[in-house]
Nanobody
Framework: QVQLVESGGGLVQAGGSLRLSCATS????????MGWFRQAPGKEREFVAA????????YYADPVKGRFAISRDNAKNTVYLQMNSLKPEDTAVYYC???????????????????WGQGTQVTVSS
């Protein structure tokens, strides 16, 4: 059974930083594209960032460009999301996801991911 476990969420003041981690049990992690999504109360889940299997290609949603950075350590089967200059509108449950699709370097649609973590809460106070 594949497991994705997020950690690193919490309460932070606006302008602060957090680093989320997502540890996986994927045996094919080093060839698996990964992504981060978030869901705020009353809103649909939205794409945040994605990274190719090698880490050489990344892509970000416009609201987080220049503030967030996705990275991965294939030796540790872990993907990270460094979040800087946090804003109250970044408040959400953050999910990491993995896809076994291989036709593209990375994916931005939630429907393209077939493994999900349980989520970690990020709350940014003003």
């Amino acid at each position: 059974q594949v497991q994705l476990v997020e950690s690193g969420g919490g309460l932070v003041q606006a302008g602060g930083s957090l680093r989320l981690s997502c540890a996986t049990s994927l045996g094919t992690f080093s060839t698996t594209a990964m992504g981060w999504f978030r869901q705020a109360p009353g809103k649909e889940r939205e794409f945040v960032a994605a990274i190719s299997w090698s880490g050489g290609t990344t892509y970000y949603a416009d609201p987080v460009k220049g503030r967030f950075a996705i990275s991965r350590d294939n030796a540790k089967n872990t993907v990270y999301l460094q979040m800087n200059s946090l804003k109250p509108e970044d408040t959400a449950v953050y999910y990491c996801a993995a896809t076994t699709l291989l036709r593209k370097h990375l994916y931005t649609e939630s429907s393209e991911y077939n493994y999900w973590g349980q989520g970690t809460q990020v709350t940014v106070s003003s």
